[in-house]
């Protein structure tokens, strides 16, 4: 194993960790784990399949891997296909290399929405133990009463059970942010329309740390290595706030 692969600290320096002695010190001071081994200076890797974690983040390490961030407009398919020939989000962004969208919002709902071909960060901001926060801005019909909010936030009663605890802020009478850390279908508008009060228009501001107050919709970016690594970071810590917001 020692002889094979690439240098791990050249491995590191490519995805943005620091130059290659600044990654020698990571390594050097316990830092690195790879396949659940800790590493040790000298140590070579396959980046095509090595499992890298840096202060127990996994790092995607995989060459060509590209991460994208989107606002989907209204009437957008949250899939790499649709049956019925409708615009789909990676139809958006560039067609190589193939990449899906990082969970789904509905044809209906704005904002936020990540396309990548890393499986392994897609599992981990997908996967429900892992708890990354969705923030929405969510326009109501009517003007939720405080008893409303308090069902909101404290858990509402779905045909697929209690929803989590959520953080809801009335920004206006008819207009909430809704933090949620759970996947489930359609979830914030069934939420509203279980309080009375369905939803109008639903846009996703921020998913983790990830925020774009700039992106128009219909627009896309790439993530800088500093967005990738903040969002490695908080599903490999469970701190799933802190937004981190681009001045592109």
Known sequence: ???????????????????????????????????????????????????????????????????????????????????????????????????????????????????TNDGELTHRLTHPSFGIEKEYLTQVEGEPSRAALRELREGVELEDGVTAKARVTAVDPSLLRITIHEGRNRQIRRMCEAVGHPVVRLVRTRIGPIVDRRLKPGEWRELSRDEVRSLEVAVGSGNSGGALDSER
């Open 1 to 115: 194993m020692m002889h094979e692969g690439e240098r791990l600290q050249k491995v590191l320096a490519r995805v943005g960790l620091g130059s290659r002695r600044a990654c020698e010190g990571l390594i050097a001071d316990g830092r690195v784990m790879v396949d659940g081994e800790l590493a040790v200076l000298g140590r070579r890797v396959d980046p095509d399949f090595a499992l890298v974690e840096v202060d127990g983040a996994v790092v995607g390490v995989k060459p060509g891997l590209v991460h994208y961030l989107l606002n989907k407009p209204i009437g957008v398919i949250s899939t790499a296909e649709d049956t019925h020939d409708r615009p789909t989000v990676v139809e958006i962004v560039p067609a190589e290399p193939r990449v899906f969208p990082v969970g789904r919002l509905d044809a209906e709902t704005e904002g936020l929405l990540i396309i």
